[in-house]
């Protein structure tokens, strides 16, 4: 009997991150440890947006692969928001659009459309307010899902209380924040106010999961360690030749024709 399949589309807040990347960690990293009896299928890749993700094949692959009963959760934002190099989307014109071809291609194969809204950016000004850099991309995928009957988790709402909440310096636990020397994949030291670390990451899963339990999205087999502590030593990280081999070999449709013909 074939097992449920959780399928991510998505950018670097969702992918999984090969071993010369630790400690920064994407939240899709960590689904597995609270999922049982399904497969999550990572294919989320850093740097995409919902419009290149798209086009060069990556939705394909997985539409090529998804099953009837299956999930896509879909994930994008941070790149959306960037001006330039064929990757912007506007937030109730394309972006919509993009997203539709996701819902859409998932239930034209009987598989379930999910969408999650990006966990926010570290930002504070000079008086420790948080600012919200994302703007209005959540609403517009809050939107799309309303009128589309998508289930909605939104990601970007709750980690605003949790950033608000640990503040300036609590944050930096949870983003990735070295200082020089501490990671030897960082020895100059990191500041990153968009990527994650185990902690950040790992409670972002958690709370993803938590609310597809509570969304009926699976039944309650499916669940586990939703209560648990997860120490960040749970946290698997990919080969970087095998992670490279994802990358290259996780594209359908005319893109991977092309790439075939190119090689």
Aim: proline fraction near 5%.
């Amino acid at each position: 009997m074939r097992h449920t399949r959780i399928f991510l589309a998505g950018d670097s807040s969702v992918t999984s991150r090969q071993r010369s990347m630790a400690p920064m960690v994407g939240w899709g990293q960590a689904l597995q440890l609270f999922i049982q009896g399904a497969e999550v299928v990572n294919a989320a890749r850093a740097g995409s947006s919902s419009r290149s993700f798209l086009e060069r094949g990556r939705l394909d692959w997985i539409l090529e692969n998804i099953a009837p009963g299956d999930l896509l959760l879909v994930s994008f934002g941070l790149i959306d928001m960037k001006p330039g190099d064929g990757r912007f989307t506007e937030p109730f014109g394309d972006y919509q659009w993009f997203l539709r071809q996701y819902a859409h291609g998932a239930r034209d194969r009987g598989a379930h459309p999910v969408f999650v809204t990006s966990h926010e950016r570290r930002v504070f000004d000079d008086h420790g307010n948080m600012r919200r850099p994302l703007g209005l991309y959540p609403t517009a995928m809050r939107e799309l899902a309303m009128s589309l009957s998508v289930p909605l988790i939104d990601l970007n709402e709750w980690s605003v209380g949790w950033w608000r909440q640990a503040g300036p310096e609590g944050t930096k636990e949870l983003f990735l924040y070295l200082e020089p020397g501490e990671h030897p994949n960082y020895p100059d030291g990191v500041a990153d106010n968009t990527h994650l670390r185990g902690h950040g990451a790992t409670e972002c899963a958690r709370f993803v999961a938590d609310d597809m339990r509570a969304k009926g999205l699976l039944t309650q087999q499916f669940f586990r360690n939703l209560d648990a502590r997860i120490p960040e030593s749970a946290l698997e990280f990919l080969d970087d030749h095998v992670f490279e081999e994802l990358t290259r070999s996780r594209v359908g449709g005319r893109a991977a024709a092309m790439s075939g013909a190119v090689s």
